[in-house]
């Protein structure tokens, strides 16, 4: 290990706190290790937002409709925001710390539930920033609070900036041939309008308004900076007077000064909205220009009227407080789906707030935009939004029926689908690859886990064509037909699942065989796959396959029920035969009819994937398989970071492997721990009855548990999970990196909650039936369930780890432990006891 590492670990530092009572997490000093980010926006607009207030907006779609821009990778990282400068004589200052970096006498940004503030002082003016995106809001809001605190009157001047994207983020970080000609601007007093390519094509704006009248404004970048200007030391707030630039061409920005003056104790609020506008094709010019108004040409003036109405909602504060105060309620309602009161208050503040909340941005974008993932390239990932909904079906029915059918309406009728589509045009495309033969069965996970929750079997007749067949009249029951399928119809030599591409795990690419460093692993075509199969596809195919046999057996289709039972009593007996190894299951067979994942192998001898596949479908749960399987996870996988996923990491470059082996040892797919897995291992340990070893595996990677360690060492933030954590090869091990959108979100939230304390909504009730550490005396939880909020309190006198006998419901007792589908607050008492 070396120096840096070694001294990170000798003093562990702090840089925030929760605070569990405002549902916020309390960032104490801007220089944490990294960025340390929230979302703003729940339902379209999306604003990403960072502790010292960089980031980008962007309406519905990262890539098509990015309203403000923002440099990746940009040296110093996290540069561009919603910024705000201060000046008093040579003093410049930022409220939220960047841009200026002038260090202040204190410094505090709690990052809430679609909110944050930003609070600082330098000197006798204290600064509350407050941001969110108000319910059904095209804008985000930020409202800036200063105070004079000290005995003296203050004046100041203030700053505003943001700069523009040209809309097409991936366009405007490349195309600069056009894009330094395109851009064009309107002002209208304090409303500073972006409309490049709105002469031709498009029907949409951007602003950045105040609610007060301004003392001069910048649209040019060049003008704003100055020559040889930085974020940190514009030219025009050095020399405190804005230039009224009118961009035209170049790079668009929107720039307001505001001069202040605060009497002793006295606070003034300026309340910025940061807007989008689409207006309908044929009102898109104004028939009567406002006579103050400057602009880029001299060609028509925007039809204006709908940006200074939506400006003009946050006009005061008390619309401000309204509006933010809607937005906490309706989280407090949102949050109230699922409430646990347990021995362990890191696990409540995780499945009380932290983890829905994440569940809800990872619905949300996918892996879109985050501070990893750019926002071009991927949009909405097939395998990765089924798995998502399954965290957010309980509080967003709604839309996770919409979302549901939109991914199938990317699906074909052979079953495969469109590896993701682009949220706008919700069209799906191969931009980053196909042939994913784990993509069809995600589907049936999601629309059973919808059914589960709401009992809605009506969404199983809903229409939905297939993408090659736009014409055809499916439904959506006929998707999980070819989802179950398309599996039967790839099976390899050995009976069990063809690979395709890859399945779950991208980086295992047994048919790429790449040898050209000028490929993606992801989109490189690839030889033809009819021998390379996955355990863990067939794994997933038992399991989920059930979910489609019981959806069969509930709508009447008796005969394709007991079809389905057969073939997935022929694929148990596949994987016995042909995907056992010794001890543990084997991962796969490679593109030449050699096993994956067998002490056969020299590097790479047991992988998580298929341990956690095969058990929690039950596979050898009756014969010492699935126990030997889940033992050696714990003997050779698992690490007090969590469980990796394989060993021994590959240490060189293996073609017949593909991506997995490009990675040096410990980092991602090749040995790290790839969050997201994890789960599958906790609930496999359910399934054999350890609650002790699940929770304990929960533990190591659950980020309220983490936060309480190092947080130098794990770096992300350490309110949500991030993708991955690097492994026991990695100098870095325990390091975290890709934060916020991750498949690990939904599945933590979907082990913990339905199989450790083990309230699995089903169609004809809540079944109770947890798995917990034998140490806890008891838990209790309220669950909105259909019409009804169950309060559910089960005692453990007997330090079990599993077994519910009876329950009593409204006092009355009853065999077994299905509770009902009632409706009203409804009662319920259980004590555990040993089957
Ligand atoms: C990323 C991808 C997901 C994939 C996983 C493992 O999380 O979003 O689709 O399954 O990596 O490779
Ligand atoms: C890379 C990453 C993997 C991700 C994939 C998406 O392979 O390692 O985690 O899912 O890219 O295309």
Known sequence: MNNIMNKLKGSPRRYGAFDDHAQEYVITTPHTPAPWINYLGNNGFYGLFSHTGGGYSFWQDAKLRRLTRYRYNNIPADSGGRYFYLKQGHTIWSPGYRPANTELDSFECRHGTGY?????RLGAIRSELLSFVPLDTRAEVHRLRLSNEGEQPQSMQLFSFVEWCLWNADEDASNFQRNLSVGEVTVDGSLLVHHSEYRERRDHYAFFSVNQAISGFDTDRDAFLGPQGTLACPDVVC??????????????IASHQLD??????ESRDLIFVLGYIEVAAADKWADNPPSASRQSTSAAVPYLAPAHALAHRFADNDAVERHVNALKHYWQQQLQGFHVASPEPLLDRMVNIWNPYQNMVTFNLSRSA??????IGRGMGFRDSNQDLIGVVHLEPTRARQRILDLAATQKRDGSAYHQYQPLTKQGNSDIGGNFNDDPMWLVFAVSGYVRETGDLSILAAPVAFDDQPDGDAALFDHLSASFQHVLNKLGPHQLPLIGRADWNDCLNLNCFSDDPDQSFQITENRQGDVAESVMIAGQFVLFGREYQTLCEQTGRTQAAAAAADAIAGMVRAVETHGWDGDWFLRAYDALGRPVGSRSNQEGQIFIESQGFCVMADIGLHNGKARSALDAVADRLATAHGIV??????????????????YPPGYKENAGIFCHANPWIMIAETRLGRGTKAFDYYTRIAPAYREQNDQQLHRQEPYIYAQMIAGKDAKR???????????????NYYAVTQFILGIRPELDGLRIDPCIPASWAGFSVIRRFRDATYHIEISNPDGLEQGVRRICVDGQWREGNLIPVLSGEVQVKIIMQAL
């Open 116 to 120: 944050s503030k930003i609070n600082s």
């Open 239 to 252: 020399r405190g007077q804005s230039r009224n630039s009118v961009a035209d061409g170049w790079s668009p």
């Open 260 to 265: 202040i003056e605060l009497a002793p104790g």
């Open 370 to 375: 985050s501070y990893f993932e750019s926002g």
């Open 645 to 662: 996923v394989q060993q021994p990491a590959y240490s060189r470059y293996y073609p017949e492997y593909g991506e997995i082996s490009s």
């Open 733 to 747: 091990h325990g390091e975290a990196k890709n934060s916020w959108l991750t498949g690990t979100a939904s599945w």
